[in-house]
């Protein structure tokens, strides 16, 4: 539709990035096992969209962004 201010494919995209940002930062998955739950085919597919949607690979927003895990060894 013309309001729409992307295509339902660039939506859904956004929001399975949003989920992927949430992941990364939440768990301590690993980046791949992060993208095969946000809905991504492959690791590659996830990281090119990311970094294109996000402005950074995966792993990076994880450094700057991952949650302070009180109690963890890691």
């Given amino acids: ?3 729409m201010a992307c295509s339902p494919k660039q939506h859904w995209t956004k ?8 992941l ?10 992060v ?6 085919r492959s690791l590659r597919g996830f990281e090119q ?5 996000v402005g950074m690979s995966p792993s990076e927003y994880r450094k700057r962004y991952a949650r302070s895990r009180a109690g963890s060894l890691n």
Wanted: positive net charge.
């Fill in 1 to 3: 539709e013309a309001h």
């Fill in 15 to 22: 929001i399975r990035l949003r989920h992927g940002c949430r």
């Fill in 24 to 33: 990364l930062s939440d768990t301590t998955w690993t980046v791949e096992s």
């Fill in 35 to 40: 993208a095969m739950h946000s809905g991504f």
């Fill in 49 to 53: 969209a990311f970094q294109r949607h």
